[in-house]
Structures are given as structure tokens and as C-alpha cells.
């Protein structure tokens, strides 16, 4: 016996330790697209890469305020000269020059594959004719100083174009020198990380760099004291809500965790007991976590976070063993009277959690497993290894004063289910009520993001003329060459509604990386060089210029002829790279190209041009309303969580009736289970408030807790000192759970917030919902059925 | 400001001026004093550029405004029409088609070493332009002539200097004369009081 002990003992410390082996060898990741689904629709996949990897993701805006005008500059120069040698930061812009020259370099030099004005017209006699008349025009103007030397290189002008359209028509104020908001009083900077949008770790490092550059540049001038600097920004958002949610997890749940243990201390008065009962906690986390290591390869920072939803459930084990062995003759008797119990009750737990296993969203998945591994070890411990920690004949000799009173009131509640039945009517006819608005439907509503600081996001973004994309134009093909063909023929289209007033802007990967075949074109339209120099000397007769002024233009020209195609690789080193990688997505097996609109006015309009263009082979072209489809993301979130529930719900009910074989039994759990459901529906949505799809996984939660409680009510004897230890194992368990949860919804973030409040309310009502309903239904069963 | 009150205005800074020139003599201080008491002007111009890339020289013509501190505006009639506006350190431009375009002074120092010039001198500012350049003055108040020098290398490289002709508080000419040989002069004619 004493041998079998220590064997199961070792074996459960050598498995803590192997599972902690796991764990560490487990990344830790907090790639917020775990949260989004794996197989999405077309539009959605589009939604998803943006918010992964667009170009839009990895915009950081910075405003310096405080201080004067001329210090405010001096700063912006200061920090953007240090951010510019920073690997992290592909772009930096503060309205000086620097940082653009590889890219005015590169468009210079491909101009003539780049320009969508070359065609074979425009180098004809007539062509260059109006071209030169032009360029007379612009050397009597004010751009004279501007454009004087690029004329005789490039009299048609393509460079000059090019600046316009790559440039954008956005108008930047500048003063002293630096990007200035329109009144005045910040000093603007743009910044495109290297990272990834979704690449947390990535964007932290780019934002501490910003900041750090900001209080260096402060630290040297000694007019700069009252300067502050803000931020906005996807990446800056993203890297706020992690640190937010570590500081709400870790803060609320040592918050629950103190009054937890301070709790039990008080229920036992016993150091042992206490680290007894958290014994199955601990290895129930630590085998969640190596569970879904092991499956996923690695572990979500929400995932841990939840893991002290594990608290709820976990704790309550030990607390059933320890509290109702007073009085009964040891741990060891206790244990063989509740264990059919405490089996059940995992088992249904499971049942429910196991509906999560089928979610389409990678981040509710790694949840179940988690969840499932944990609760399975936390009851292996307390069957095998906590009865072997503690002595056989260990009794709780502590007393719950109130608990035998606390048991006359469960004797008696019976009577109080009318008035539960009519509370639980009234939730009803509330949230019938309310069935048109019931649900929280956008996005936003699920976003940690406090309204202050999406405001000030607004503010920088009209200052600066960033664009602010709801609208994209994606088309797939199978290769690159092919999606960049199909993004071609977008732009035409496009460019004719933007000549309609259709749309304001939009730009285009084909805008820096042309197809080979329209390279191909645009050099088929330069003229041999002996044609050429006929052409231009016929359009020169008659005009004042030296025609031997332009032998520079017939040399560009005919090594423009001879150059190779440009491929991706000639854009290293340039700004307008990044920019291409982030328009054309290389995806398992297609290639997506994106288009963002500016300022579409009419988006059916721009659909139905859409619609007449011949699709790529194997490849489509739409218009993808980013916040349609990302409401559409949340709706099918909904559906899927709700979906879930029912069927995590379903599965409950089926093990309950096969296991119980007696409706009125599985009716005996289920009924307080549905009471609590709409007790805590009921009052989330009194008044305003409306259900976000945290609650439903919280209601989850409730079921699988407040189950347990059901089926203590169902089997246990509620009778005698017995009766009173089980009552009272109860509220400890119940008191145990509303404090840890009710802890997390004192958090401003919406996922813990409602998930805390959800399972908070929730259990407390089943366990009041329990003690009223079930020991009513299944005694007027217990005649026909064997205990 | 009403017309009665413009005119007092006027008499009483033209007395300021005078008062101050009869006190000393004139120098690049009393120039720049009276034009600090410039307000707005405008003007009509008749610019003609000699260029090497032209056989012939080119002439353009329009209207000039200034407006103190910081703005200047260029608007050109002849041969197409187009505007130039200089307002703090942007520059906006429209063409003859109507497209609109910005530069920033920072990006393009050539420009702003020209603008500033011209700019600095109806603003009275000679801080800043004793910072681009080396300023000297000839001449008396009935007839002088400001050159400016630039300093900076990426200037010098296309400058050689920027000469600024007037009488009393109107600037009269403005000649650029480019390291290559080109050069421009312009005549501005301002419009009467």
C-alpha cells in the first residue's frame, strides 16, 4: 500500500515535469489571427490579409505635441534622421526629403516600363510636337528651375507624371521644414514598419524605437520639456490591447486568486488542505498547456489567459472532497461516494467543451483542448494522487456555520419555484423583447480599443491623408504574372470611374511592378533609335529649341529598348518594394492582388464595372467592402459560437440520459441549467445591453460549472451533517468562481469583461436554480429508480 | 480696414520711413525696415529667361502677390496660364489643364534658394537671408541693388547669385543668373497707389 503510494506519487511528479518539459519547448504566440478563421470566404481571406500583412498594418502615425512651431520641427527632424537607419522602419516620413531617393531614382530610371502614357502615338512627330509645346510652357513658368534639367532627357514628361500618380494627390502642409497638422499645432510623422501587422512582438519593437527616439531627441534640447508625443496605428493598437490584457489577466486574476486562497484558508484553516486543493489546479494547467503545445505546435497568449477559467472548475474538485469528508470516515470513503458524481460532472464538462474542438477559428479550438486536458487531469489527481498526499482516515473537521442552516434553506426551496419560474418568464419575454437588437453586430463593438484613442487615429489620419481603407479591389489568379495582368485591366476600369468621380483614388501593385507583357508593350511603343531622331527632328522645326539639345532623351530611350524586363528584385532597396509586397499576396496556391479605393461614392458602381471585365482564368475580381465583410466575419463568429453551444448543449443532455436512463433525471439537471441560461441572458441584455460573442462562450462555461452542482443536488444525500457538508461544498465551490470570475469582469477589456461577468452571474444563479429545482424533480422519481 | 483708415496708415509709416532715412543713411537695415512695413503688395511682371537649350529668349508674363509675412503668388498669363504659390515652405502649383501639384522647400533646396530669395527681401527678413546667402547692397534709396549670394554647395552648384533691383520700398527687377549660363530677369512693375 505504502509502496503503491510512493509510485503514484512519483509518477505524478515526474508527469508534472515532463509536461513542463513540453510547455517549454512550446512557443508562445500572440498572432491575434488565431482568432480568425481558417477557411474564409474570398472577401474575408482578403480582410484577413489586410489585417495580417497589408500595407495598412503596418502604418504607425506619430504627432508631436506641446512646445513651439520651430521645437516641435527640430524634434521631428530629430528622431525621424535616427528612425531612418533603424532596420524596423521601411518608410519614415516627416515632410523632409531623405528616404525617397532610391525611389525617385528607380522611377526615373524604368520610367518608360512604369509610365501608363507610353503608347506608340505619343513618339510619333505629332506626339513629341505637343510634348515640346508643353515643355515651353513649363520653362516660362514658375516649375522652370524645377524641370529645366529633366526636359532635354525626358521631354514627354513620364517622370513627371509618374511623381504625380505614385505621389497621391494628397495635399501636406508644411511648416518649418516638417509635416504640421492643418492647425498648426502637431508636428506629423508617418512610419511603415518592417513587421507584419499581425506580428506583435515586431510592432512593440517599433513603437518602443519611435518612443525612444522621441524622449532622446526631448532629453537634447532643453526647449522640448512640454513636448509629448502620440501614436495610433493597427500595429499600436495591437501592442496596447496585449499589454492591457496581460495587465487586466495577470492583475484580476491574483486579485481572484488572493481572495481565493484567503477564502479556502478561512474554510479549512489548514496550510496543507489549502495547497491540497490547488494541487489539481496546477496540474490541470499545466496539462492544458502542454495538451494544445503538443496538438498546435503552439500555445495562444489567450489561451493562457483563459487558463485561469480552469480555476473555476478545477478548484471545485478538491473543495467536494476535502469539505464533504467531514463527519464520513476520510478522504478515502468521501472520495468513493462522490466519484461517480465528480465523473459525471467532468464528463459533461467535456461534453460541452468538446463542441468547441469543432470551431472554425483556431484560437477556440486550442480553448477545448485545453480546457478538456485540464479538467480530465484535474480529476485524475483528485482521484488518484490527492487521496495519497493525505492521510486515509484525513477528516475536514472545520465548521461552516452557516452550512446546516444554509441546508434548512434547501429543504425549503423547493417552494420557491413559482417565483422561480416566474422570474425566469419574465427574462423570457425580455429578451423576446429585444430579439431584433439583441446581439452586439459590428466588429467594433468587440474591440478593446478605447473611443479616445480610435478619435485621435482619426484626427493623424485626416492630417496626414493616410488612407483610411474600406474599400478594396482583390484579384486572384494562379501566378504572379496573371494576377498582374488581371490588376492591369482593374486599373483601366478604374481610372475611367475616377474620371467619372466615381472614386477619388486607388492604387495598384501593376503602379510599380507592370506585367512582363505590358513592359513588353510600353517598349514595343519606343521607336528604333534612326526613327526616333526623324521624329523628334520633324517636331522640332519651327520651335526655338537646339535640337541637338535632346541627344540625352534619344540615348534614354534606346537604352530603355535594350534594358531587360523589370522584375520584382529592381525594387529592392526602395521604399515602393514593400509597397508592391503588400499589394500582391502570395497565398498556398494563387496570387492576390489588391487595389485599395479612396472615397468611393458609389460603390455599386465600381461592382458593376467590375463585372464586365473578362475574369482571370481560375481567378475573379471583386470589390470587397472591408467592413461588410468584417461585420459578416463577426455574424458567422455568432452563428458558429451559438452553434456550438446548442450542440455542446445537445451532447449534454444525450450523456445525461444515457448515463441517468430517466428523462426526469436528465430533466432534473438540465432544467436548472436553462433557468440560469435565461436568468443570465435576461439580465445582460436588461436595459441596453446587448450580447457579444463572449458571452455566449461564458454561458458555456456556466453550463459546464453549474452542471456539477445540478448533478451534487441530484445524487447527493441532502440530509443530516452529510447533507450539510454538500450544501456547503457547493456554495464554497460557487463562491469560489463568482469571486475568480467576477474578478476578470472588473476589467475594461470586452472579452474578459463579459466572459467574467457571464460565468459570474451564471453559476451563482444555477447553484440557486439547482438547490431549488433538482432535489424537487428527482425525488418525486426516486421511487421507480435505483440510486 | 475702410479706405480713410488705410490712408492714415500709410501717411503715418511713409513719415516712419522717411524720418528714419533722413536719420541715417541707406543700408541693408533701413531696406529691410521699410519693406518689414509692407503689408501686401502686387504687381504686374514681364519675365524673359535666356536659355542654352533655346535659340531664342523666352518670355513670360503675369501678376505678382505678396501678402506679408510668408506669401507669394505668381500668377502667370503668358503664354499659358498657371499658377505659383509660395506659402510658408509648400509651394502649390496649377497647371494649365487644372491638375494641381505641392512641393515642399525641404525636398528641393535649388527652388527654395530662388523663392527665399525673392521672398526674404519683400519680407524684410534679413535673418533669414543672411542664413542662404551673402547679402550686399548698392545704390541709394532712389536706385539700389541687392545681390545675394548662396552659400550652400547644392545651390552654388546650379546659382551663381540672385540680384535684386528697386527704388525706395518697390523691388524693380529680379535677375537669376544660373551656373550654366542661363539666366533670367524679370521686370515688375508695381501697381499704383
Not at chain 1, 445524487?715 to 440530509?719: A, F, H, I, P, V
Given at each position: 500500500m505504502r509502496r503503491a503510494r510512493s509510485i503514484v506519487i512519483a509518477g505524478w511528479l515526474l508527469g508534472l515535469a515532463a509536461l513542463i518539459v513540453v510547455i517549454s519547448r512550446t512557443p508562445f504566440s500572440t498572432?491575434?489571427?488565431?482568432?480568425?478563421?481558417?477557411?474564409?470566404a474570398p472577401e474575408q481571406q482578403a480582410l484577413v490579409d489586410q489585417l495580417r500583412e497589408g500595407v495598412a498594418s503596418r502604418i504607425v502615425l506619430a504627432a508631436i505635441e506641446g512646445a513651439d512651431a520651430a521645437t516641435r520641427a527640430s524634434l521631428s527632424r530629430a528622431m525621424a534622421q535616427r528612425l531612418r537607419?533603424?532596420?524596423?522602419?521601411a518608410r519614415v516620413e516627416n515632410?523632409?526629403?531623405?528616404?525617397?531617393s532610391a525611389d525617385q531614382s528607380f522611377v526615373w530610371r524604368n520610367r518608360y516600363v512604369l509610365?501608363?502614357?507610353?503608347?506608340a502615338e505619343r513618339f510619333t512627330a505629332a506626339g513629341l510636337r505637343r510634348a515640346l509645346e508643353r515643355d515651353l510652357e513649363i520653362l516660362a513658368s514658375g516649375m522652370e528651375p524645377l524641370l529645366k534639367a529633366s526636359i532635354t532627357r525626358d521631354p514627354t514628361g513620364e517622370a513627371i507624371g509618374l511623381a504625380q500618380t505614385l505621389g497621391g494627390e494628397v495635399h501636406r502642409e508644411i511648416r518649418a521644414g516638417v509635416w504640421t497638422a492643418r492647425d498648426g499645432a502637431r508636428a506629423l510623422l508617418l512610419f511603415q514598419t518592417r513587421?507584419?501587422?499581425?506580428d506583435v512582438d515586431g510592432q512593440e519593437h517599433a513603437v518602443d524605437a519611435i518612443a525612444g527616439a522621441f524622449a532622446a531627441a526631448r532629453a537634447a534640447q532643453?526647449?522640448?520639456?512640454?513636448a509629448r508625443l502620440v501614436m495610433s496605428g493597427p500595429g499600436v493598437f495591437a501592442v496596447r490591447t496585449r499589454a492591457a490584457m496581460k495587465h487586466d489577466v495577470s492583475l484580476y486574476s491574483t486579485v481572484a486568486m488572493s481572495v481565493i486562497v484567503a477564502l479556502l484558508l478561512l474554510l479549512y484553516r489548514s496550510l496543507p488542505v489549502l495547497l491540497l486543493t490547488l494541487a489539481p489546479v496546477v496540474s490541470a494547467a499545466l496539462a492544458g498547456l502542454a495538451a494544445v503545445g503538443l496538438c498546435f505546435g503552439f500555445v495562444h497568449g489567450i489561451t493562457v489567459g483563459f487558463g485561469i477559467t480552469l480555476i473555476g472548475e478545477a478548484v471545485d474538485y478538491a473543495i467536494y472532497l476535502f469539505v464533504q469528508s467531514?463527519?464520513?470516515?476520510?478522504t478515502a470513503t468521501t472520495l468513493r461516494r462522490i466519484m461517480p458524481t465528480l465523473q459525471l460532472g467532468v464528463l459533461v464538462s467535456i461534453c460541452g467543451f468538446a463542441?468547441?474542438?469543432?470551431?472554425?477559428?483556431t484560437g477556440f479550438v486550442q480553448l477545448g483542448v485545453f480546457t478538456i486536458a485540464g479538467l480530465a487531469v484535474a480529476l485524475g489527481v483528485t482521484r488518484f494522487v490527492l487521496p495519497r498526499l493525505?492521510?486515509?482516515?484525513?477528516?475536514w473537521t472545520g465548521e461552516l456555520v452557516p452550512a446546516s442552516r444554509l441546508l434548512a434553506l434547501v429543504q425549503r426551496a423547493g417552494a420557491l419555484r413559482w417565483v422561480l419560474l416566474a422570474l425566469v418568464a419574465f427574462a423570457l419575454a425580455g429578451v423576446q423583447a429585444r430579439r431584433g437588437d439583441l446581439?452586439?453586430?459590428?466588429l467594433s463593438s468587440m474591440s478593446p480599443i478605447p473611443a479616445a484613442d480610435l478619435a485621435l487615429d482619426g484626427d493623424l489620419r485626416r492630417d496626414i491623408g493616410a488612407p483610411d481603407v474600406r474599400y478594396i479591389v482583390t484579384a486572384s489568379a494562379p501566378d504572379r504574372e496573371a494576377v498582374l495582368e488581371a490588376g492591369e485591366r482593374t486599373d483601366a476600369v478604374l481610372r475611367e470611374l475616377v474620371a467619372a468621380g466615381v472614386l477619388s483614388g486607388f492604387d495598384a501593385p501593376g503602379r510599380y511592378l507592370p506585367s512582363a507583357r505590358m513592359q513588353a508593350a510600353r517598349v514595343a511603343a519606343l521607336p528604333p533609335p534612326a526613327v526616333l531622331r526623324t521624329a523628334l527632328a520633324e517636331a522640332l522645326t519651327?520651335?526655338?529649341?537646339?535640337?541637338?539639345?535632346f541627344e540625352p532623351f534619344l540615348a534614354e530611350v534606346a537604352a530603355a529598348r535594350a534594358a531587360p524586363p523589370l522584375t520584382r528584385?529592381?525594387?529592392?532597396?526602395?521604399a515602393l518594394a514593400l509597397k508592391v509586397d503588400s499589394l500582391l499576396l502570395e497565398r498556398a496556391d494563387r496570387w492576390i492582388a489588391t487595389l485599395p479605393l479612396r472615397d468611393v461614392r458609389d460603390p455599386g458602381r465600381v461592382s458593376r464595372a467590375l463585372a464586365t471585365l473578362p475574369a482571370p482564368a481560375r481567378g475573379r475580381v471583386v470589390l470587397v467592402d472591408l467592413k461588410t465583410e468584417s461585420d459578416a466575419l463577426l455574424h458567422r463568429y455568432r452563428h458558429e459560437a451559438i452553434l456550438l453551444a446548442l450542440l455542446g448543449a445537445v451532447a449534454i443532455a444525450g450523456l445525461l440520459l444515457v448515463w441517468l436512463r430517466s428523462l426526469r433525471m436528465t430533466l432534473a439537471v438540465l432544467a436548472p441549467l436553462a433557468v440560469a441560461v435565461i436568468g443570465t441572458v435576461g439580465v445582460l441584455t436588461l436595459g441596453a445591453g446587448r450580447l457579444s460573442i463572449f458571452n455566449v462562450f461564458g454561458l458555456l462555461l456556466v453550463i459546464a460549472v453549474g452542471s456539477n452542482y445540478c448533478l451534487f443536488f441530484l445524487?447527493?444525500?441532502?440530509?443530516g451533517e452529510r447533507g450539510a457538508a454538500t450544501v456547503g461544498s457547493l456554495l464554497a465551490a460557487n463562491l469560489c468562481t463568482v469571486i475568480g470570475f467576477g474578478a476578470l469582469g472588473l476589467s475594461h477589456l470586452p472579452v474578459l469583461f463579459d466572459i467574467g461577468r457571464t460565468v459570474a452571474l451564471g453559476t451563482a444563479l444555477s447553484l440557486v436554480a439547482a438547490a431549488i429545482l433538482t432535489p424537487g424533480l428527482a425525488r418525486s422519481q426516486a421511487a421507480g429508480t435505483p440510486a | 480696414m475702410n479706405g480713410r483708415r488705410a490712408l492714415v496708415l500709410g501717411v503715418c509709416l511713409l513719415i516712419g520711413v522717411t524720418a528714419r532715412v533722413a536719420a541715417g543713411d541707406w543700408d541693408l537695415d533701413a531696406l529691410m525696415a521699410a519693406r518689414r512695413e509692407v503689408r501686401s503688395s502686387s504687381a504686374r511682371f514681364v519675365e524673359r529667361k535666356y536659355l542654352r537649350l533655346l535659340m531664342e529668349r523666352l518670355e513670360s508674363s503675369g501678376r505678382l502677390r505678396y501678402v506679408a509675412p510668408d506669401r507669394l503668388e505668381r500668377i502667370t498669363e503668358k503664354p499659358a496660364a498657371e499658377t505659383f504659390e509660395l506659402s510658408g515652405s509648400t509651394i502649390t502649383g496649377t497647371q494649365r489643364n487644372g491638375e494641381r501639384y505641392t512641393l515642399s522647400l525641404a525636398e528641393h533646396p535649388e527652388v527654395a534658394a530662388l523663392v527665399e530669395g525673392v521672398r526674404a527681401t519683400l519680407a524684410g527678413d534679413l535673418p533669414t537671408l543672411q542664413r542662404h546667402y551673402a547679402v550686399s547692397l548698392a545704390g541709394d534709396r532712389a536706385r539700389w541693388q541687392l545681390r545675394l549670394v548662396p552659400y550652400e554647395q547644392i545651390v552654388r552648384e546650379k546659382i551663381d547669385d540672385i540680384v535684386i533691383g528697386g527704388a525706395d520700398v518697390f523691388l524693380t527687377t529680379v535677375e537669376v543668373h544660373e551656373k550654366d549660363g542661363d539666366r533670367s530677369e524679370m521686370t515688375i512693375q508695381p501697381d499704383g497707389p
Open positions: 498572432d491575434m489571427s488565431a482568432f480568425l478563421p481558417r477557411a474564409p537607419d533603424d532596420p524596423a522602419f515632410g523632409e526629403s531623405g528616404g525617397t509610365s501608363a502614357a507610353v503608347d513587421a507584419a501587422g499581425f532643453p526647449a522640448a520639456a512640454g467531514k463527519g464520513q470516515g476520510g463542441a468547441m474542438l469543432f470551431s472554425s477559428f493525505v492521510p486515509a482516515e484525513f477528516a446581439w452586439q453586430d459590428e519651327g520651335l526655338p529649341f537646339r535640337p541637338e539639345s528584385a529592381a525594387l529592392d532597396g526602395t445524487r447527493g444525500d441532502l440530509s | -
